[in-house]
T-cell receptor, first 115, second 111 residues
Framework: GAGVSQSPRYKVAKRGQDVALRCDPI?????LFWYQQALGQGPEFLTY??????LDKSGLPSDRFFAERPEGSVSTLKIQRTQQEDSAVYLC????WGHGNEKLFFGSGTQLSVL | KQEVTQIPAALSVPEGENLVLNCSFT??????LQWFRQDPGKGLTSLLL?????REQTSGRLNASLDKSSGRSTLYIAASQPGDSATYLC??????????FGEGTQLTVNP
């Protein structure tokens, strides 16, 4: 497809379960970002990749969160031992260069509900 | 740490009105200021990007301005239409390409 694709669209997890969220960026885009959006809030930065290199992971809220992009294209955000406070929409975005002053293209997000 | 605030949180207007959405930021050392639109259950769509060296950008009925010295940006929507109903988010880009978002303005344009 032409846009950023995220799967699954919805995920319900029991507290303590591990989850994996997938992002397919626009083909050829160098930079990939993950954001977390709580209900009624603006998105908050989690982490940033340039190709396969994770350049910034300062926004990850705890060591239960892990992201990877091993071949510089598809990325996976993994959350271990999910907690109720992890419930949010997880948005992925990509840009061609990521050197700043570029528009970001966002996916539709994965809505995670932890029961 | 960059903080971004948007006023008002919600706005309801009749069709055809011109309207202004406000965004303020605390750190003037931004690379750019971006405006996004978010429809319910959807991701964000980039509307306008104003680089730090620019004062404004226009796209169709949308015009965004940036005043770094006062830490403010406005999004002007002319002749609003029901299809403009959405949440509008502004975000400042600082070092490392990360965006800091405001909480958004939820706009409803009534037919």
């Amino acid at each position: 497809g032409a846009g950023v694709s995220q799967s699954p669209r919805y995920k319900v997890a029991k507290r303590g379960q591990d989850v994996a969220l997938r992002c397919d960026p626009i083909s050829g885009h160098v930079s990939l970002f993950w954001y977390q959006q709580a209900l009624g809030q603006g998105p908050e930065f989690l982490t940033y990749f340039q190709n396969e290199a994770q350049l910034d992971k300062s926004g990850l809220p705890s060591d239960r969160f892990f992201a990877e992009r091993p071949e510089g294209s598809v990325s996976t955000l993994k959350i271990q031992r999910t907690q109720q406070e992890d419930s949010a929409v997880y948005l992925c975005a990509s840009s061609f260069w990521g050197h700043g002053n570029e528009k970001l293209f966002f996916g539709s997000g994965t809505q995670l509900s932890v029961l | 740490k960059q903080e971004v605030t948007q006023i008002p949180a919600a706005l309801s207007v009749p069709e055809g009105e011109n309207l202004v959405l406000n965004c303020s930021f605390t750190d003037s050392a931004i690379y750019n200021l971006q405006w996004f639109r978010q429809d319910p259950g959807k991701g964000l769509t980039s509307l306008l990007l104003i680089q730090s060296s620019q004062r404004e950008q226009t796209s169709g009925r949308l015009n965004a301005s940036l005043d770094k010295s006062s830490g403010r940006s406005t999004l002007y929507i002319a002749a609003s239409q029901p299809g403009d109903s959405a949440t509008y988010l502004c975000a400042g880009e600082t070092s490392g390409s990360r965006l800091t978002f405001g909480e958004g303005t939820q706009l409803t344009v009534n037919p």
